[in-house]
């Protein structure tokens, strides 16, 4: 109705003519940038909710690998906490046998090794 009340229909020679005034154009052209602006609000809204989804998705992954990983580590840990001597001897022989493949002259000597 409100856009009815702003045109002015013509008729020349059978044919209708509506004309365009500058408050009409004006409230068009205002209707079309709420309903841009709507549409970017609502696509932002979208893709900020996956990436919600999706983070929780792999926080949830991330906290089942680190409890299935954590686990072997707690078997082989002593009751106070300490690396088991096996766990030791093996890290020893892993770096002495890396150093003794590279022909390096440096004498490497464990002290002691800790739980990080």
Known sequence: ?????????????????????????????????????????????????????????????EKKEAQETSEPLAETAGQDGEVSTEIKLAIIAAIAAYYEGENSTCEFKVKRIKRI
């Open 1 to 61: 109705m409100l856009g009815s009340l702003l045109e002015r229909v013509y008729e020349v020679g059978g044919k209708t003519i509506t004309e365009l005034s500058i408050a009409e154009g004006l409230l068009y052209a205002l209707i079309g940038f709420i309903v841009t602006f709507i549409g970017i609000v609502i696509l932002i809204f979208f893709v900020w909710l996956v990436g919600k989804g999706i983070n929780a998705f792999n926080a949830k992954i």
